[in-house]
C-alpha cells in the first residue's frame, strides 16, 4: 500500500481541506486488513472517484483514489458497450462517447465520478432511458472482505443476484467498483428552453411538466432567482411534432430563450448569472437529495412551502432545485435493483453551505437545510442517497428513508461481505 499524505484536488471543498491519514492509489490485500481502519472505531477507508462529496475524504481517514489507475474509458462498436473504471468522470464519459455519436444518460453536472452512477443515476434524460443503473451491463471490483467480483447481467448465479441488485443503488456500503460496463445510447440534439421565472410561473410550469411525455424533463432551480430548464430530447421523427406541440406551451413565459445544442456534451447546467457557491473554495456544504411523486393538486401549497423556505435561508448560498424523473424509471427495467422508490417523479434537493472555520454559521446552515427537510416531506417523503452523510446525525433517516423495505438485506450483505466495516457504516 502506497501513503501519501497530500490533500486530495477535487471538486468537494470540504473533502479537498482534510487532512488526510493517508491516500492509496491502488487495492492490494493490505487494504482489506482491519488494523488499517480501526485506530477510531468509526474510521472506515473513503472512496474517492468524481470527488465530488463531501464523504470522499476526511480528516484523519485514508482514501483510496480511483481516478489515477481506474480511468480507462473504451467503446466496443459492435456491442455499443462502454467499459469505464471505477474512476471516471461523467463529463469524459460523455466527451468520449460523442466522438462515436453516442451518449449516456448523465446527471446536471459533468464533474461527478462513478458515484453518480453507482448511487442510481437521474438524469434529465431518465424519463426515456432509465436510471444510470438501469443502464449497467456488468460490474467488477472487490467486496469489503477482499473477495474479487465479477458480475454480468443476464449471468448471474443465484447466490449473487441480491448482491448485483444491491450493486445498483447501494454499492458503496459493501464494495469497491474498479469498473463498469454500460449500455450507450444513440447521440441526439436537445432543445432546452430556459431562464429566470417567478414563483407563479414556477408553479404553471411544473402543472403542465407533470404532463410532459417522456423526452421532456423539467429542471428548476431557486436561489436567489429561480431558474428552469426544460429539456426535449430531438429524434427527428413523428415524436418531434408532438414535442413541438408541448414546448409552445411555454411559449407565453416571456424571459424563456430556446436553444438548439447538438448533442448532450455541450450543454452545461446553471449559468454563472446564478451566482451558486457550490465550487467556491472559502465555503463547505452539504447537500441532501429527496423523493416523491407528482405533486397534482398539492402545487399550490408546495408553492407556498418553497417560498416560506426560501424566506427563511440564513444565507444566499442555499438552495431547492428539482429535477424530474418518471416513465422509465418508473419500470425495474433490468431487474430489480436497490433504487426503491420507483414511483418517484421528482427529485429535489436541498444545498446550503457556510464559510469554512465557522462552526456557528455551519450549525445555522445545516438547521436550516434540516427544518427544509422536514417541511418538504410531505410532498417529498423518501431520500435519494446520492450523498452519503455518515458523518451527520441525518445519516441513519436517510439511509432508513432511501433503502425502505430492502433496509434488512442490505444491512445482511454489509455483516456477511463488509463486516469489518472497511467500507462507510449504515
Ligand atoms: C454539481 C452536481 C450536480 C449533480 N447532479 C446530479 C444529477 O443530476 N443526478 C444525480 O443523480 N446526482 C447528481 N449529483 C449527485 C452525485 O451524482 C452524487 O453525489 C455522487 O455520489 C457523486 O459521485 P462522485 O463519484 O463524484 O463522488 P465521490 O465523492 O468521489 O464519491 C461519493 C461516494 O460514492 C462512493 N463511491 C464512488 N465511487 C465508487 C466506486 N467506484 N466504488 C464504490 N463506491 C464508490 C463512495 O462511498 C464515495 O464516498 C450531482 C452532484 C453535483 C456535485
Given at each position: 500500500?502506497?501513503?501519501n499524505?497530500?490533500?486530495?484536488?477535487?471538486p468537494?471543498?470540504?473533502?479537498?481541506?482534510?487532512?488526510?491519514?493517508?491516500l492509496?492509489?491502488?487495492?492490494?490485500?493490505?487494504?482489506?486488513?482491519?488494523?488499517?481502519?480501526?485506530?477510531?472505531?468509526?474510521?472506515?477507508?473513503?472512496?474517492?472517484?468524481?470527488?465530488?462529496?463531501?464523504?470522499c475524504?476526511?480528516?484523519?481517514f485514508?482514501?483510496l483514489?480511483?481516478r489515477?489507475?481506474y480511468s480507462?474509458?473504451h467503446l466496443d462498436?459492435?456491442t455499443?458497450f462502454?467499459t469505464?473504471?471505477g474512476g471516471?468522470?461523467?463529463?469524459?464519459?460523455?466527451n468520449?462517447l460523442?466522438?462515436?455519436?453516442?451518449?449516456?444518460?448523465?446527471?446536471?453536472s459533468k464533474?461527478?465520478?462513478?458515484?453518480?452512477?453507482?448511487t442510481?443515476?437521474?438524469?434529465?434524460?431518465?424519463?426515456t432511458?432509465?436510471l444510470?443503473?438501469d443502464?449497467?451491463?456488468?460490474?467488477?471490483g472487490?467486496?469489503g472482505n477482499?473477495?474479487?467480483i465479477s458480475?454480468?447481467?443476464?449471468?448471474?448465479?443465484?447466490?449473487?443476484?441480491?448482491?448485483?441488485?444491491?450493486?445498483?443503488?447501494a454499492?458503496p456500503?459493501?464494495?469497491?467498483?474498479t469498473?463498469?460496463?454500460?449500455?450507450?445510447?444513440e447521440?441526439?440534439?436537445?432543445?432546452?428552453?430556459?431562464?429566470f421565472?417567478n414563483?407563479?410561473?414556477l408553479?404553471?410550469?411544473?402543472?403542465?411538466?407533470?404532463q410532459?411525455p417522456?423526452?421532456i424533463?423539467?429542471?428548476?432551480?431557486?436561489a436567489?432567482?429561480i431558474?428552469?430548464?426544460?429539456?426535449?430530447?430531438l429524434?427527428n421523427?413523428?415524436?418531434?411534432?408532438?414535442t413541438?406541440?408541448?414546448?409552445t406551451?411555454?411559449?407565453?413565459?416571456?424571459?424563456?430563450?430556446k436553444?438548439?445544442?447538438?448533442?448532450?456534451?455541450?450543454?452545461?447546467?446553471?449559468p454563472?448569472?446564478?451566482?451558486?457557491?457550490e465550487?467556491?473554495?472559502?465555503?463547505?456544504s452539504?447537500?441532501?437529495?429527496?423523493?416523491g411523486e407528482d405533486?397534482?393538486?398539492?402545487i399550490?401549497?408546495f408553492i407556498?412551502?418553497?417560498?416560506?423556505?426560501?424566506?427563511?435561508?440564513p444565507?444566499?448560498s442555499?438552495?431547492v432545485a428539482?429535477q424530474?424523473?418518471?416513465f422509465k424509471?418508473?419500470?425495474?427495467n433490468?431487474?430489480?435493483?436497490?433504487?426503491?422508490?420507483?414511483?418517484?417523479?421528482w427529485?429535489?434537493?436541498i444545498y446550503?453551505?457556510?464559510k469554512?472555520?465557522?462552526?456557528?454559521?455551519?450549525?445555522v446552515?445545516l438547521d436550516?437545510?434540516y427544518?427544509?427537510?422536514?417541511n418538504?416531506?410531505?410532498?417529498y417523503p423518501?431520500?435519494?442517497?446520492?450523498?452519503?452523510?455518515n458523518?451527520l446525525?441525518?445519516?441513519?433517516e436517510?439511509v432508513?428513508?432511501?433503502?425502505?423495505?430492502?433496509?434488512d438485506?442490505?444491512?445482511?450483505?454489509?455483516n456477511?461481505f463488509d463486516p469489518q466495516?472497511?467500507l462507510?457504516?449504515?
Amino acid at each position: 500500500m502506497k501513503n501519501n499524505h497530500n490533500l486530495l484536488e477535487i471538486p468537494n471543498i470540504n473533502s479537498r481541506d482534510s487532512k488526510l491519514k493517508s491516500l492509496i492509489y491502488d487495492i492490494d490485500d493490505s487494504l482489506f486488513i482491519k488494523d488499517n481502519y480501526s485506530k477510531k472505531n468509526f474510521e472506515h477507508l473513503c472512496i474517492c472517484s468524481g470527488g465530488t462529496t463531501s464523504s470522499c475524504a476526511k480528516n484523519g481517514f485514508t482514501t483510496l483514489d480511483l481516478r489515477k489507475n481506474y480511468s480507462k474509458i473504451h467503446l466496443d462498436r459492435e456491442t455499443n458497450f462502454v467499459t469505464i473504471g471505477g474512476g471516471v468522470i461523467m463529463g469524459d464519459l460523455i466527451n468520449y462517447l460523442q466522438k462515436h455519436n453516442r451518449s449516456f444518460p448523465i446527471g446536471l453536472s459533468k464533474l461527478p465520478g462513478a458515484g453518480y452512477i453507482l448511487t442510481g443515476g437521474v438524469s434529465p434524460l431518465s424519463r426515456t432511458y432509465g436510471l444510470a443503473i438501469d443502464n449497467i451491463e456488468s460490474v467488477k471490483g472487490f467486496l469489503g472482505n477482499g473477495t474479487f467480483i465479477s458480475l454480468k447481467r443476464n449471468q448471474i448465479n443465484p447466490e449473487k443476484q441480491l448482491i448485483w441488485e444491491a450493486i445498483k443503488g447501494a454499492a458503496p456500503f459493501f464494495s469497491i467498483i474498479t469498473e463498469l460496463e454500460l449500455k450507450t445510447i444513440e447521440s441526439n440534439p436537445i432543445k432546452v428552453i430556459e431562464g429566470f421565472v417567478n414563483l407563479n410561473e414556477l408553479s404553471e410550469i411544473i402543472q403542465l411538466a407533470e404532463q410532459f411525455p417522456k423526452n421532456i424533463s423539467l429542471q428548476w432551480i431557486y436561489a436567489q432567482k429561480i431558474y428552469i430548464y426544460v429539456f426535449a430530447e430531438l429524434k427527428n421523427n413523428l415524436e418531434d411534432e408532438r414535442t413541438e406541440e408541448y414546448l409552445t406551451h411555454l411559449d407565453k413565459f416571456p424571459a424563456l430563450e430556446k436553444q438548439f445544442y447538438e448533442g448532450f456534451n455541450k450543454i452545461n447546467f446553471f449559468p454563472k448569472e446564478l451566482n451558486l457557491f457550490e465550487l467556491n473554495a472559502n465555503n463547505h456544504s452539504e447537500v441532501i437529495s429527496l423523493l416523491g411523486e407528482d405533486l397534482k393538486n398539492h402545487i399550490p401549497s408546495f408553492i407556498k412551502c418553497l417560498n416560506e423556505i426560501m424566506n427563511n435561508k440564513p444565507n444566499n448560498s442555499c438552495y431547492v432545485a428539482s429535477q424530474q424523473l418518471g416513465f422509465k424509471t418508473k419500470k425495474l427495467n433490468h431487474g430489480s435493483s436497490f433504487f426503491v422508490h420507483r414511483k418517484s417523479t421528482w427529485k429535489p434537493w436541498i444545498y446550503a453551505s457556510w464559510k469554512k472555520n465557522d462552526p456557528q454559521e455551519k450549525e445555522v446552515a445545516l438547521d436550516w437545510i434540516y427544518k427544509s427537510w422536514r417541511n418538504l416531506k410531505r410532498f417529498y417523503p423518501n431520500i435519494h442517497l446520492a450523498q452519503l452523510h455518515n458523518h451527520l446525525n441525518s445519516h441513519k433517516e436517510e439511509v432508513t428513508l432511501a433503502f425502505g423495505n430492502r433496509m434488512d438485506e442490505l444491512k445482511t450483505l454489509k455483516n456477511i461481505f463488509d463486516p469489518q466495516c472497511i467500507l462507510p457504516p449504515l
